[in-house]
């Protein structure tokens, strides 16, 4: 138990559907990213946010969009997906920058297949 | 982009061995961290090292840091099967661009 809880674990859409991941943190952070991790690359940051405020878009796809309500939670919203989209999407959580080291807690992930 | 490489990208000992996974960097970095996975699951944070320490130990952990080659090493000592996972290494250049490697898969034989 990280403190980072992600749901669904598993999700199968279409292509025209439209669906949400869900992250909870309950470790008081006030930093929460989404990664994407394909096999045989490197985890890809897609986004950033403080404080609730979004700080980084790593030139993600618009049919991603995140929402962040508040420093504990976080949604990737999802809709006209493409099959290479399948992966492994991973919630974290972090203090904000500006200490000794940004130390990132991962939930468990969301797998995600595009059929 | 990617900044930290991990090599070997698949390492394959016998129980009781230690196993050597090395990362290199490109840029300037605040610290240096090193994750582990378990298939499917998510990324667990190991150890992290400050660009101003050259070695740091946890348990059967042991890192070390060369910042004038751009490169860490972790090391497993008397690795068990449960040491079996992937293995990152994430350089911290600050503002929160916290880049991760392909990793190095670790299997460790009973």
């Known amino acids: 138990e990280t403190g980072v809880t992600q749901t669904p674990r598993h999700l199968v859409m279409g292509m025209t559907n439209k669906k949400s991941l869900k992250c909870e943190q309950h470790?008081?952070?006030?930093?929460m990213y989404w990664y994407k991790q394909s096999a045989k690359k490197p985890l890809e940051l897609m986004f950033v946010?403080?404080?609730?405020?979004?700080?980084e878009n790593n030139s993600v796809p618009s049919r991603f969009s995140p929402e962040c309500p508040n420093s504990s939670h976080l949604f990737l919203h999802l809709h006209t997906l493409q099959p290479e989209d399948s992966a492994l999407y991973l919630c974290?959580?972090?203090?904000?920058?500006?200490?000794?080291?940004?130390?990132?807690?991962f939930g468990e992930g969301s797998w995600l297949t595009v059929v | 982009s990617q900044q930290g490489e991990e090599d070997p990208q698949a390492l394959s000992i016998q129980e009781g061995e230690n196993a050597t996974m090395n990362c290199s960097y490109k840029?300037?970095?605040?610290?240096l961290q090193w994750y582990r996975q378990n298939s499917g699951r998510g990324l667990v944070h190991l150890i992290l090292?400050?660009?101003?320490?050259r070695e740091k130990h946890s348990g059967r952990l042991r890192v070390t840091l060369d910042t004038s080659k751009k490169s860490s090493s972790l090391l497993i000592t008397a690795s068990r099967a449960a040491d079996t996972a992937s293995y990152f290494c994430?350089?911290?250049?600050?503002?929160?661009?916290?880049?991760f490697g392909i990793g190095t898969k670790l299997q460790v034989i009973p």
């Open positions: 974290a959580s972090s203090h904000v920058q500006g200490g000794p080291g940004n130390t990132i807690y």
């Open positions: 470790l008081g952070h006030n930093a």
């Open positions: 946010y403080n404080f609730k405020e979004q700080t």
């Open positions: 840029t300037s970095i605040n610290n």
């Open positions: 090292i400050r660009s101003n320490e």
């Open positions: 994430a350089t911290d250049e600050g503002y929160q661009k916290v880049t």
